[in-house]
């Protein structure tokens, strides 16, 4: 017999995945502009890498538009290394910290041209320059398929709306997530809410109105017109 806890905890899993589920279909017509960032950079572990660094403070389309501006000069490390860093950081403007990121990804090419492989673990990517933890996640779950849920500013914000989490820092949201959801589902989560967060769940003025989680969620505006 199931601990009251169990059951708890599967009741928990089931609306959690029953809402994911419910917020992944509602977006895809409203084309949310992750969905388009994320195909134009499936291509190799290198490129998502390099794009996921980009996209860090900066806005999808940006990083798309500069991205592809970048891997039209260069699209490989060996090619990358023999861009001066200006040129990168030329290449890549007006992405937020674009000086930064090019000195980073000059030392990302550096760093991966001495390395046996590409690395596929949290704790290889790591150890890259200007990968932190929602980075390396991302590139685990787009680049290699792995189970890993990135935590940015709008799955931190959409997780504790929804009463998902209640942590106060990313990697304390991302621990509860991966409890709350079971392990098929994690790299589900950060497309769908990051999504949602683009176009309807925003930080200021969501449109609660109009949600398709507006009669469930416990930090809904349902009296509010959708803005």
């Not at 990168?88 to 001495?114: D, M, N, S």
């Not at 989560?189 to 683009?198: E, M, S």
Request: proline share 7%; charged share 20%; glycine share 6%.
């Amino acid at each position: 017999m199931r601990s009251s806890s169990t059951a708890k905890t599967s009741r928990a899993e089931f609306r959690a995945v029953r809402d994911l589920e419910a917020i992944r279909k509602f977006i895809v017509p409203l084309s949310p502009p992750v969905t388009s960032f994320e195909a134009s950079i499936r291509s190799t572990p290198f490129r998502i890498l390099v794009s996921v660094l980009l996209s860090a403070r900066t806005q999808d389309p940006v990083t798309e538009k500069a991205a592809a501006r970048l891997f039209a000069i260069a699209d490989t490390t060996g090619k990358m290394v023999r861009l001066p860093e200006a040129e990168i950081a030329r290449l890549i403007y007006p992405v937020g910290f674009y000086r930064t990121k090019a000195r980073h990804i000059l030392g990302i090419c550096q760093a991966l041209g001495k390395a046996e492989k590409f690395p596929d673990t949290l704790e290889g990517l790591l150890k890259l320059p200007g990968i932190g933890r929602k980075s390396a996640n991302l590139v685990l779950s787009l680049a290699f398929g792995q189970p890993a849920i990135a935590v940015d500013t709008h799955v931190f914000r959409i997780s504790c709306r929804l009463g998902w989490a209640k942590g106060n820092t990313p990697v304390q949201v991302e621990k509860e997530l991966e409890a709350l959801f079971p392990k098929n589902r994690w790299s589900e989560v950060n497309q769908a809410l990051v999504g949602f967060g683009q176009t309807i769940c925003r930080p200021i003025h969501p449109k609660c109105g109009i949600c398709v989680l507006n009669r469930i969620c416990p930090s809904a505006e349902c009296n509010k017109n959708p803005n």
